[in-house]
């Protein structure tokens, strides 16, 4: 399954046929690149996608539950049937429901480090952040399938603790860290006149370091992982980009908050993320390459 903006390296599909030679295999999810990556906007997602998002999947391949997406997303027609008749549910993310009902019926779903998808990007903030408002609303709504999976006998202890901790980082994750690293910023713009606890003994400058250094040295490791997976970015563009890739965290704070709040408000509709018209794709372009705009405004 593709989106209309969807490409495939060559030869992606005989690399996933090669996953499902293994009868449990009911889906397989190839990792995402963005396109257009000279821009700085799509650059900066290309290396949420393709170094923070496709390292997460690929290690969630040992316990068989990868999530699945709509670009690059596989599945076995006999895991849909055992599904349902309708195995797409009217989940804001169905696909990550699809996932999950795949993995509560014993089904492995797995990736390949071998190949890609490759799609456009969003280079507008307010597009982004309701692009990402909805894939919070729908990831935070899915634990509602948490009894679902730990009744199930057919899913393995490893694949319940995993998709367990996946589906709870939002709760005690996303939105906890986002009060202590604000309250951080917040307690060093006001200074000690302000009477705000301090989090950690110490100078201003020691309680920001400490609150910002830990996820700045994880998005550290994560360009020098990235800059080994991708041949257009040199080691010390790599390592400069570490300092911006937290960007990526604060919107997810932002679309985090979001989310509780239309959950709150009980808002389900949702509109999908509009595509760009792109010209066609030439013979041999690889997928991730720097053919069209690749991003939409």
Not at 20 to 43: E, K, N, T
Not at 45 to 65: K, M, N, P, V, Y
Not at 87 to 99: A, I, M, N, Q, Y
Not at 139 to 150: G, K, T, Y
């Amino acid at each position: 399954m593709l989106d209309a903006d969807g490409r495939m390296t060559p030869g992606a599909a005989s690399r996933v046929t090669e996953r499902f030679l293994d009868p449990a295999v009911g889906g397989a999810q190839l990792a995402v690149r963005i396109r257009g990556r000279h821009r700085w906007a799509l650059r900066l997602q290309d290396l949420e996608f393709w170094a923070l998002s496709a390292l997460t999947q690929f290690g969630r391949i040992a316990t068989g539950t990868v999530s699945m997406g709509g670009n690059g997303q596989f599945s076995r027609l006999s895991a849909l049937d055992s599904v349902g008749p309708c195995p797409w549910s009217d989940s804001l993310t169905e696909d990550l429901d699809l996932g999950i009902s795949l993995a509560a019926r014993g089904w492995t779903v797995t990736s390949t480090t071998t190949a890609f998808v490759s799609q456009q990007g969003l280079t507008c903030p307010r597009r982004l952040l309701r692009q990402r408002t909805r894939w919070y609303h729908g990831h935070m709504s899915a634990i509602r399938r948490l009894p679902e999976l730990w009744a199930r006998p057919s899913v393995g202890l490893a694949g319940r603790v995993e998709l367990t901790g996946y589906l709870l980082v939002p709760y005690l994750v996303t939105l906890p860290a986002s009060l202590v690293q604000n309250y951080a910023l917040a307690r060093a713009w006001c200074g000690d006149d302000a009477g705000m606890p301090r989090l950690v003994h110490g100078a201003v400058w020691l309680n920001v370091l400490a609150w910002q250094s830990l996820p700045l040295a994880a998005y550290l490791v994560s360009m020098v992982l990235y800059w080994r997976r991708t041949d257009d970015l040199p080691l010390w563009k790599a390592v400069c980009w570490s300092p911006a890739v937290m960007v990526c965290m604060y919107l997810g704070f932002a679309a985090g908050w979001c989310a509780v709040w239309q959950i709150l408000a009980r808002r389900r509709h949702w509109a999908k993320t509009e595509r760009a018209v792109e010209g066609p794709v030439m013979s041999g372009a690889a997928a991730g390459g720097r053919e069209g705009g690749g991003g939409l405004s």
